[in-house]
Structures are given as structure tokens and as C-alpha cells.
């Protein structure tokens, strides 16, 4: 069946570094691909997406671009902030239902 | 609008109780679905309604677990007699276009412990 797998974490960083966390997936058709941040405390908020090959999702300074030919969605960003410390999570979808990674957890520190 | 609202944050319950938890999904919202998230995980699936009809569950929603979605509105997620392996963060999340176009809006979960 379809799922996705995420770099393991966690992730420490300092302010300013550049961010990468990489997602591959499996599935059996063309899925859209998400990318979603928990902070502490807080339930999950989509970050960015893509719909079909070669697109790019980009927010906030993030940006992923949807690579069928590696079946890959990695998360970038070239300046990270501490408030960019939370849980990301990758995640795919062909249905009605959505598959997520596990998460990785960053840290960015001042 | 607020967004997705879930009720209560927090539960804990002892081992072979019953919990309900409640899902207010954005208004205009016709999709409404329900995910388990355990510790150092990621979501996972449980069941998925369009308006107040329950389309998909999970194999992960044994027959302890029942979803209801009266009216197309609010939702409710039950535990019957729950085990310890249910602790887990429960999150509701709605959509209107469909899940290709939007992705989802998710609340900020309810967290069962159950001792």
C-alpha cells in the first residue's frame, strides 16, 4: 500500500542554517504530496503541498518540488528561525484517506 | 470561524470505560475525518465522513470504536471499554474541496490517557 518515509530526527540546527528533510514515497498511482508542521501543543497545519509531478509547494520561505522519477517530496529552507522549531510531517494522498511519516522533529537553536 | 474544534483537550480515563470525544469541523466543511496519533508517529487513518454519511474506516477502528456524524455538523468519536493501548492523541480534520486540491484543516486533538 502506499506510504512515506521521512528522514528520522531529531534535527538540531542553528538560526540561519540551511534546513533539508528528506520524504520518499510509494504509492501505486499519482498522489498529492503535503507537508504539515505541529508545534508544541498544537494540532497538525498544512505547510505546503503539490499535486502532480515537477510542481513545487513553497510557505513561508519552505519549499518542496514533487519529484516522481526519485518519488520524492524533500522539505527545504535556506534561513531557519527558532520559531521554526516543531514537528514536520510529510504525507501523500490518492483517496480518501491521507498517509503520513513519522516526523522529524527540529530544533533550531539561537 | 475558529477553525476545527475538539472537545475535551484532555481525558483521562480508567482502563475499561467508556470516553466520547466531540469535532466541530469549519462550517462549510462537508468532509470530516478522524486520526489516531501515537507517541513519535504519525497520524493514521481511522474513518472519513462526507456530510453525515461514514464512507471509510480503518482496520485500526475495532469494534470498541464507533464515529458518528449526525446532521452532517459535529462528530463524535466513542471508546467502549478502553484498553491502555488506546492512549493516544485522537485529531479531527475537515475539508470542502476534496483532499487533492486543499489537504485537510485538523483541530488540536484530544489527548486520552488510559490508566
Known amino acids: 500500500g502506499d506510504s512515506v518515509t521521512q528522514m528520522e530526527g531529531p534535527v538540531t540546527l542553528s538560526e540561519e542554517a540551511f534546513l533539508t528533510i528528506n520524504c520518499t514515497y510509494t504509492?501505486?498511482?499519482?498522489?498529492?504530496l503535503f507537508w504539515y508542521v505541529q508545534y508544541p501543543g498544537e494540532g497538525l497545519q498544512l505547510l505546503l503541498k503539490?499535486?502532480?509531478?515537477?510542481d513545487k509547494g513553497s510557505n513561508k520561505g519552505f519549499e518542496a518540488t514533487y519529484r516522481k522519477e526519485t518519488t520524492s517530496f524533500h522539505l527545504e529552507k535556506g534561513s531557519v528561525q527558532v520559531s521554526d522549531s516543531a514537528v514536520y510531517f510529510c504525507?501523500?494522498?490518492?483517496?480518501?484517506?491521507?498517509?503520513f511519516g513519522a516526523g522529524t522533529r527540529l530544533t533550531v537553536k539561537p | 470561524d475558529t477553525g476545527v474544534s475538539q472537545n475535551p483537550r484532555h481525558k483521562i480515563t480508567k482502563r475499561g470505560q467508556n470516553v466520547t470525544f466531540r469535532c466541530d469541523p469549519i462550517?462549510?466543511?462537508?468532509?470530516l475525518y478522524w486520526y489516531r496519533q501515537t507517541l513519535g508517529q504519525g497520524p493514521e487513518f481511522l474513518t472519513y465522513?462526507?456530510?453525515?454519511?461514514?464512507?471509510?474506516k480503518s482496520r485500526l477502528l475495532s469494534d470498541r470504536f464507533s464515529a458518528e456524524r449526525p446532521k452532517g455538523s459535529f462528530s463524535t468519536l466513542e471508546i467502549q471499554r478502553t484498553e491502555q493501548g488506546d492512549s493516544a492523541m485522537y485529531l479531527c480534520?475537515?475539508?470542502?474541496?476534496?483532499?487533492?486540491?486543499?489537504?485537510?484543516?485538523f483541530g488540536s486533538g484530544t489527548r486520552l490517557t488510559v490508566v
Open positions: 503539490a499535486t502532480k509531478a515537477d
Open positions: 465522513f462526507q456530510n453525515e454519511a461514514q464512507l471509510e
Open positions: 504509492a501505486t498511482g499519482y498522489p498529492s
Open positions: 462550517s462549510e466543511h462537508n468532509r
Open positions: 480534520a475537515s475539508s470542502l474541496d476534496g483532499l487533492q486540491l486543499g489537504g485537510y484543516t
Open positions: 504525507a501523500l494522498s490518492e483517496g480518501n484517506d491521507m498517509r
